[in-house]
């Protein structure tokens, strides 16, 4: 099915569109119904091992990138939200996809095929140099998660993955926060290399110490700052 009107809007607003002619962007999307794709919950859109896949950009929706370990188990390895991207690391190097991607809610996702990619680059400086740049922050991010999961215990990565993302945390007049947490507890726990009962006392002894409380489908953070210094006396590592 075709993407509706709000969809189209969302995906010329995504930032990593911003450096093409909106005009561009539109032809890339009406001409081609095949590069859209809608998605249910549950759907398995692009699987590991693709040589030049593309570009895939999210206009709505929740995606979880995943793979399949030595003992046949799934292991996620992060979500993309809208505005996300994926395999933009596969444009600078032969490597095939290491991961399968699945919307873990109803989602809209525009793919780009290496030619149309390949094209841009081509035409527009700006719009490579920002590529590069996304490519660049996404080895950081992996860098330092790696970092989390080999030196913090549970209740840190917990805390450094859904609130302060290493040294980026939010920042409000009065220092609260209010989390939207709509990933499944059995996909975080996965997600951060721990189990179920591990996130499930992890959260729990945020709450006992009234550093969360729990809020609808997510949680209330009155003082961000004593959370971080809870996870990390010393301060962020990074």
């Not at 989390?179 to 709450?207: T, V, W, Y």
Request: proline letters at 6%.
């Amino acid at each position: 099915m075709p993407f509706s009107e709000t969809e189209i809007a969302l995906l010329k607003t995504s930032s990593i569109l911003q450096d093409i002619p909106q005009d561009v962007v539109l032809e890339a999307i009406l001409e081609h119904i095949d590069y859209q794709f809608n998605l249910q919950p549950d759907e398995v859109f692009i699987n590991a091992g693709q040589v030049e896949p593309g570009l895939y950009i999210i206009a709505h929706g929740t995606i979880e990138m995943f793979i399949i370990d030595a003992d046949k188990k799934e292991k996620v390895l992060d979500f993309a939200k809208t505005g996300g991207t994926l395999a933009e690391e596969t444009l600078f190097s032969d490597r095939p996809l290491q991961y399968s991607a699945r919307s873990l809610t109803q989602a809209a996702v525009l793919h780009l095929p290496n030619r149309v990619v390949s094209e841009w680059i081509a035409h527009y400086p700006a719009f490579t140099r920002r590529l590069m740049s996304l490519v660049s922050e996404r080895i950081n991010f992996l860098y330092k998660d790696m970092l989390t999961f080999c030196t913090k215990k549970a209740t840190s990565r917990l805390i450094c993955y859904i609130v302060c993302h290493f040294n980026e945390a939010p920042k409000t007049p009065d220092g609260s926060y209010s989390l939207h947490l709509a990933i499944p507890r059995n996909k975080l726990a996965s997600r951060l290399g721990i189990s179920d009962s591990h996130l499930s006392r992890s959260f729990r002894e945020l709450q006992d110490q009234g550093l969360i409380i729990p809020q609808g489908r997510g949680y209330f953070i009155p003082d961000v700052p004593a959370l971080s210094r809870y996870v990390c006396p010393g301060g962020c590592d990074f």
